[in-house]
């Protein structure tokens, strides 16, 4: 694959193989067959693959192999997760909503044949629930450290067992992962954007977590990766009942990151400047939209905010920031950003204004660790927490 985007998501497909969620043989024989930057034929790549693999679980099942459809089925959400990548753009593409609910569908198959099945939640949330799964490494009540994972943009409470879950199970962790407003089944099924003050959004999670006898309410701790990245520390700020929080290639100031994007003196007259140059602005942006991947992410973007406009995804950007408010935070973080990522470009900047115990991290390219999220190395990622853990928890 030549283009950066298509690579990036190929890697993020393939680097969940360490936790089950991919085959290098399944990735590259399917990046194999699509066209180009052609998105359709990324779609149907992709879908065909997971297909295969799903009717694979099911074959396995019916010859009595519980590893072996879990495995397939693990694969197959994985798969189905990356073929409706693309379709992500409003108003909500029909492919992206069946694709997510294959997602879905083959991993709660995957999760009743784990030891212990995984549960299934409904978290209390103003008047409606979050989707998301608590997975115990034992079938008993004893307290455990329990992590929280939230997500970004694109990804989805499922998804999250392969980038941290997996690694904290098999350390002898509970894990919670769930979509919030913008994120998986909260956004593609019910509509729910983004909103900035994570706090309001983990706050419930955490007290939901806490009606489990199984989670040791002193060694609580939120994860939030790439978008949520921000969330997580936002999160913090006020939710004092976490013992760490560890924040992975977040923005520091989402519109300081998206400004960069931006021809400077053009982005000079947001929100409300010079109205020629505004309406000048929006016709480029909306010139890059029209790209295959290029404009992907502002598509993105609009839909998971809720807005139709490109203006007013920039006017609502300032909102999601930390400045001013790290001295809030008293839990003991860490700061991980990566070395080829530029939404974490700014991660130093909190790591500097942190007043509590905190610890910074950039992982580097040389280690093969560089991209966004540590594609491809959450190996390497998760081992680096998890040593980070376990010198900063009772």
């Not at 399944?26 to 693999?53: F, K, P, V």
């Not at 000048?280 to 839909?303: H, Q």
């Not at 300032?318 to 973080?333: F, N, Q, V, W």
Request: net charge negative; proline share 6%; charged share 25%.
């Amino acid at each position: 694959m030549k283009d950066e985007l298509l690579l990036a998501q190929y890697d993020r497909a393939v680097g969940y193989a360490p936790y089950g969620g991919a085959d290098a043989g399944e990735c590259s024989s399917t990046a194999a067959r699509i066209r180009g930057t052609d998105l359709d034929s990324w779609h149907d790549e992709w879908l065909a693959t997971a297909e295969r693999r799903y009717a694979a679980a099911e074959e396995s099942i019916a010859a009595g192999d519980r590893e072996g459809a879990r495995d397939a089925f693990l694969r197959a959400a994985n798969y189905f997760r990356t073929a409706g990548l693309f379709a992500m753009t409003a108003p909500i593409d029909s492919r992206l909503m069946s694709s997510h609910a294959r997602e879905v569908a083959s991993f709660r198959r995957a999760a009743e044949l784990m030891d212990p099945p995984a549960q299934i939640l409904e978290i209390p949330y103003e008047g409606t629930t979050l989707p998301g799964y608590l997975f115990r490494p034992a079938d008993d009540d004893e307290p455990r450290p329990t992590m929280i994972l939230t997500n970004g943009y694109d990804g989805t409470a499922e998804e999250l067992y392969f980038t941290s879950g997996a690694a904290a199970l098999a350390r002898g962790w509970n894990v919670l992962t769930f979509d919030g407003p913008g994120q998986g089944a909260m956004i593609i099924d019910r509509g729910m954007p983004f909103r900035p003050d994570w706090e309001n959004v983990i706050t419930p999670v955490v007290h939901h977590a806490l009606g489990f006898a199984t989670v040791d309410p002193e060694r609580i701790v939120l994860m939030g990766l790439s978008f949520g990245g921000y969330l997580a520390p936002r999160a913090a700020t006020t939710e004092h009942r976490l013992a760490a929080c560890i924040s992975d290639c977040g923005p520091y100031d989402l519109y300081d990151v998206a400004a960069t994007r931006l021809p400077g003196p053009l982005a000079a007259q947001l929100p409300d400047g010079n109205a020629m140059a505004l309406r000048l602005l929006d016709r480029l942006v909306r010139m890059v939209m029209r790209r295959p991947t290029a404009g992907w992410a502002m598509r993105r973007n609009l839909l998971v905010h809720g807005v139709a406009d490109p203006l007013d995804f920039f006017r609502l950007a300032p909102e999601y920031s930390l400045k001013g408010r790290e001295a809030d935070i008293e839990c003991p973080t860490l700061v991980c950003s990566a070395e080829d990522d530029d939404l974490s470009a700014n991660a130093g900047r909190l790591y500097d204004a942190l007043t509590c115990i905190k610890e910074q991290v950039v992982f580097r390219a040389a280690d093969g660790a560089g991209a966004h999220c540590e594609s491809g190395a959450r190996l390497q990622f998760n081992e680096t927490v998890f040593a980070w853990l376990g010198r900063v928890l009772p």
